[in-house]
């Protein structure tokens, strides 16, 4: 981690990054280390995350620290913003987040409860060509959720998850979840597909949940 106070303009205008160590072989990189920047009559600092263009893990915040000590959050060179998951539901507000290429935004992986969720109010959002708020995968695993598809029980493959509507059947005829979740205020998480026969047909993870108010 890298913490830096000045009490003067900064006019760098260069790369500024704290990059995870490359994995060995095809192993992922780790995650990109946090970057505060604060000047001394600001109240609140900026935040980077910057990977390098490592293809990395996730870099986890305590939400508490969103809130409190930031006016600004840049992501960028395959960097990864998620907070922990030991958290509850969380909203944070910000002035401002900018999201460049290859950078993106998400919060933790599900199993069968949902846990966290991603609230935003954001005075102004930039998402660079590239860049993502990404959720896929992040919702409850297979089998479990409000609306989780039929398990093919052996015999072929489940059911898909339903949740905005009902999931479709499986080839074996297994049916398909239930709809669920509110059409005007949706905040769950996607459920689960049902499960297979075997691995190469395991029920796929539903999506994560993002509830976005830009106001600038």
Known sequence: RIAV??????????????????G????PAGAAGTIYLKKDEDALGSLIINNSGRNGAETLIEPSFLNVNLTYIN???????SWNASSPRFNFTIAGINIKSNGYLTHPSHTTEHRVSLNL??????IESGGLINLTGKGYVEDSG???GANGEGLGEGGGAGYGGKGGDGSGGRIGGSPYGSIILPTDIGSGGGGGHGVANSGGTGGGALFLNVTG
């Open 5 to 22: 106070y000045y009490n003067t303009s900064n006019t760098y205008t260069g790369d500024i990054s704290a990059a995870g160590g490359a």
């Open 24 to 27: 060995a072989g095809v192993a």
């Open 75 to 81: 992501i960028s060179g395959f960097g990864r913003l």
């Open 121 to 126: 109010t954001v005075g102004n959002l930039t």
């Open 146 to 148: 409000p609306g989780p």
